[in-house]
């Protein structure tokens, strides 16, 4: 009971200072900013000891973070080790098994949809390439993506054929130290903070740039993951893909149609309809949704804020009334993974649980266990 003998404010000011207290209480201690040279210091740690230059690593990687304002944290650190690992085994530009004949059955390939006989591919070949040796010597010996992407870039600028065959297009997708798409790295080179002395295909096949455009395809978008396994697994099949593969078992669980869980709502770059666009339009009485709304909403699976949408809220509201259970939020997308240099059956689940294997010894190492 308030004492009456207490003036109204004291009991207000005093009501106010416990108030601040309590709150002060609950509130989280801001994690201190680490130093550069802490954070080079704590991946050289994390890193497995037998890694050469771990030091040059550590600056490079310390470097990607900080120039894209990610926070080191010890899971973020760990993530990309651990991707490194599973990709490259911490080599700069590693060694493809067979690549040489991966090369020559790609342009055999090539030459082949086009009728371009192959008499006339063999004397393009033979040609001198502007180091010296044949197109034929060098790819004969090539080891690596960044040696054969070299090799197709004079391909196509010097040989006629070249351009007939290829024309800009070069067939290697994938470079350096995480194998992150090249793509990707020209798509999101504005703010990359080297000096481009070539281009930034070539800059992939570099510590630096293999790790910083790495970096930020693994870590450079904001996702509401319980676990680091499907930021794996979107590394592996795209941005949100995780995500979006819970949206498609969603949809396939209301409306009865079997879907693909890969993760893709739209088929990019057409107006045409694909399998998860016409499972939804099934269901468009019950979501209440025209078909451009539906077609708005699905154009935004490639961002956060398609989980905001209408679309998605009211696909797994009615999904979750029909099977009356919660559903997951996140599903790891079925897609089987294919490339000339994959000679076994790979998926997208192998991949991410092969990383957060990498990813849990890492934790475990930082952790001192």
């Not at 396939?252 to 016409?278: F, M, R, W, Y």
């Not at 009485?285 to 699976?301: E, N, P, Q, V």
């Amino acid at each position: 009971m308030n004492n009456p003998a207490i003036p109204l404010f004291s009991r207000v000011t005093t009501l106010a200072a416990l108030l601040a207290l309590a709150a002060c209480g609950t509130q989280r201690p801001e994690e201190p900013v680490l130093r550069p040279a802490d954070v080079r210091a704590k991946v050289v740690k994390l890193m497995p000891a037998k890694v050469p230059d771990r030091q040059g690593w550590a600056a490079d990687i310390q470097a990607a973070f900080a120039a894209q304002d990610i926070r080191p944290s010890n899971s973020n650190l760990c993530a990309v080790l651990a991707v490194a690992e599973q990709e490259s085994t911490y080599q700069v530009d590693p060694r493809v098994p067979g690549l040489a004949k991966i090369a020559r059955q790609e342009i055999q390939r090539r030459a082949g949809r086009l009728h371009v006989p192959a008499i006339l591919v063999n004397s393009a070949l033979k040609i001198d390439s502007p180091s010296g040796k044949s197109y034929e010597q060098r790819l004969s010996s090539v080891r690596t993506e960044k040696e054969l992407s070299a090799i197709f870039d004079d391909f196509i600028g010097m040989v006629p054929l070249g351009q007939r065959l290829f024309g800009n297009f070069n067939p290697v997708h994938t470079g350096g130290p995480m194998q992150v798409s090249i793509a990707f790295a020209e798509a999101n080179a504005k703010d990359y903070p080297y000096p481009v002395k070539g281009s930034i295909r070539q800059e992939v096949f570099t510590r630096r740039g293999g790790l910083y455009f790495g970096i930020a395809h693994l870590l450079g978008y904001p996702a509401s993951y319980p676990k680091p396994l499907y930021r794996f697994a979107d590394f592996n099949a795209g941005w949100y893909a995780s995500r979006n593969a819970a949206f498609q078992n969603a949809v396939s669980l209301a409306s009865g149609i079997p879907l693909a869980l890969d993760g893709d709502l739209v088929i990019h770059g057409s107006s045409k309809a694909g399998a998860t666009e016409l499972a939804v339009r099934a269901l468009q009485k019950k979501l209440d949704l025209s078909d451009s709304a539906i077609r708005r909403d699905l154009l935004r699976g490639d961002r956060l804020e398609f989980e905001e949408t209408g679309l998605y809220q009211r696909v797994f509201a009615l999904a979750e009334k029909v099977e009356r259970r919660k559903l997951p939020r996140e599903v790891m997308p079925g897609i089987d993974l294919k490339s000339p240099k994959i000679t076994r059956k790979l998926t997208t689940e192998w991949f991410a649980k092969r990383v957060d294997e990498r990813y849990q010894r890492c934790m475990k190492r930082a952790s001192g266990n």
